[in-house]
T-cell receptor, first 114, second 111 residues
Framework: GEDVEQSLFLSVREGDSSVINCTYT??????LYWYKQEPGAGLQLLTY?????DMKQDQRLTVLLNKKDKHLSLRIADTQTGDSAIYFC??????????????FGAGTRLAVHP | DSGVTQTPKHLITATGQRVTLRCSPR?????VYWYQQSLDQGLQFLIH???????AKGNILERFSAQQFPDLHSELNLSSLELGDSALYFC??????????FGSGTRLTVV
């Protein structure tokens, strides 16, 4: 089946690292994504990882993928107040019918405090 | 700027009415995906169009319909509106190499 789960809330101190976790169920997922949504705004694509990769780093962001456990994480180094937002994990399940669609988790609300 | 344009940004309407939401995908992109974001259902895939043809349907109600025009813009029509239809409606376009880029959304409030 298609299901993506995330913890709903994370609070961190400014300057610390944040780790947002996600689990998915479709072992044939080809791409996994992290999106950021600030209050009142749309969805911003942060990063994505192919299913044949274990890790991807992009400046302060590190994505780790454990295919065996179907676990994806997003680490934000030196978290800033501007990182406060909702972070969505999303997957493209195994392609069927010639189309792709994103399946989203419920989102993790990251609160950064001084 | 994602390159995906949605209008209007906000819409307030009464129950029973019909509204049309509009989306223009990134220049040159043939795909349009529609999503609904509500507090209780999260982000739900509604429908996908590619080059004018419907490719996939998700959790889209029969009261809702969409189409994609020859110039590739798309419209999402919502009719017989209910209070529970109040949500953010996003459209998205594909990004070369993988991923989707989203418009800033239309916030629909049904009163």
């Amino acid at each position: 089946g298609e299901d993506v789960e995330q913890s709903l809330f994370l609070s961190v101190r400014e300057g610390d690292s944040s780790v947002i976790n996600c689990t998915y169920t479709d072992s044939s997922s080809t791409y996994l994504y992290w999106y950021k949504q600030e209050p009142g705004a749309g969805l911003q694509l942060l990063t994505y990882i192919f299913s044949n990769m274990d890790m991807k780093q992009d400046q302060r962001l590190t994505v780790l993928l454990n295919k065996k456990d179907k676990h994806l994480s997003l680490r934000i180094a030196d978290t800033q107040t501007g990182d406060s937002a909702i972070y969505f994990c999303a997957e493209i399940p195994g392609v069927s019918g010639g189309y792709n669609k994103l399946i989203f988790g419920a989102g993790t609300r990251l609160a950064v405090h001084p | 700027d994602s390159g995906v344009t949605q209008t209007p940004k906000h819409l307030i309407t009464a129950t029973g009415q019909r509204v049309t939401l509009r989306c223009s995908p990134r220049s040159g992109d043939l795909s349009v995906y529609w999503y609904q974001q509500s507090l209780d259902q999260g982000l739900q895939f509604l429908i996908h169009y590619y080059n004018g043809e419907e490719r996939a349907k998700g959790n889209i109600l029969e009261r809702f319909s969409a189409q994609q025009f020859p110039d590739l813009h798309s419209e999402l029509n919502l009719s017989s509106l209910e209070l529970g239809d109040s949500a953010l409606y996003f459209c998205a376009s594909s990004v070369p190499g993988g991923g989707y880029t989203f418009g800033s959304g239309t916030r629909l409030t049904v009163v």
